[in-house]
Each structure stands twice: as structure tokens, then as C-alpha cells.
């Protein structure tokens, strides 16, 4: 919604040989657009094998659009397996790169999905990454090592 006032700014000289001059003023007032967060990429995939360490993290960015910086919060969910999933930093102000790690400690062979929801402070609206974790089976090694012919 705008506003506007309306008035008159009186210039004068006690020496000068004419009479004081009128300006006529407008002053509007329109709020300001409130920050907008974009985020991406909007999926991130995994590659894990079971017993075998965690992935390499990676991350997405926020970046805060209109006026002012906007404020954040970051929250993983995770549909099954558990908390597997975790983000750093969690909460702050402006653009970031959030780091997402999945811990793949006790998860079975199979399909993991989770999202990760980033919250715009000021205005309450939502982004949403998407996040894939493939758990794959650890495959036996066999090695032959052959030390004499018969």
C-alpha cells in the first residue's frame, strides 16, 4: 500500500529584493519489497555402501533477494532410516552455501529420500530441496594369487 503527503517548501531571504518562493512537494511512500529466498540446486543425489563411511558432502545455495537480507532457517527431513541426514549451518541471514552430509552408519542396502526445508523468516515461505541416498551392498573382493604350477 502507498502513501503520499503533500506540501509546500518556503525559501526565503531577509535581503533578497523578491518574496519568499513556494516549491510544491510530493512524498510517496511505498513499502519495501520483502527478501525473497532462492535456492538451489533443488536435488542433490548420494552414492553410499553399506558399512563403508559416509559420502562426501555437498551443498546448495541460498540467495536473499529484495530489500534487506533475509533470515533463514534449514531443516532436514527424513522419510526413512532415521536421522541419517545433516546441515551446517543451520539458521542465518543472507546468501549461504548450507553443507549437506548424509551418516550412513547402520542403514541397510536400499533407497533413502529426505527433503531439506529452507524457511524464509521474514515472509514464512518455504523452499524445498529434495535429497536421494542409494545404498548399495558392499561386494566381496575375491583375489587369486597363484605361487606355483602343478
Do not use: H
Not at 37 to 44: A, K, M, R, W, Y
Not at 65 to 76: E, F, I, K, N, Q
Request: net charge neutral; proline share 7%.
Amino acid at each position: 500500500m502507498c502513501s503520499s503527503d503533500l506540501g509546500d517548501i518556503s525559501i526565503s531571504s531577509a535581503g533578497a529584493a523578491n518574496g519568499a518562493l513556494t516549491i510544491p512537494v510530493t512524498l510517496s511512500i511505498t513499502p519495501a519489497v520483502p527478501p525473497t529466498l532462492e535456492v538451489g540446486p533443488q536435488l542433490l543425489t548420494f552414492q553410499g555402501i553399506v558399512r563403508n563411511g559416509n559420502p562426501a558432502a555437498k551443498s546448495f545455495k541460498i540467495v536473499s533477494r529484495g530489500s534487506g537480507a533475509a533470515g533463514w532457517t534449514v531443516l532436514p527431513l527424513t522419510n526413512s532410516g532415521g536421522n541419517w541426514l545433516t546441515v551446517s549451518p543451520s539458521s542465518g541471514e543472507g546468501d549461504a552455501t548450507i553443507s549437506v552430509a548424509p551418516q550412513t552408519a547402520g542403514l541397510a542396502r536400499g533407497l533413502y529420500e529426505a527433503s531439506i526445508r529452507v524457511t524464509n523468516r521474514t515472509t514464512g515461505r518455504v523452499e524445498v530441496v529434495a535429497i536421494s541416498l542409494n545404498m548399495e551392498r558392499n561386494s566381496p573382493i575375491l583375489e587369486l594369487n597363484q605361487t606355483s604350477l602343478l
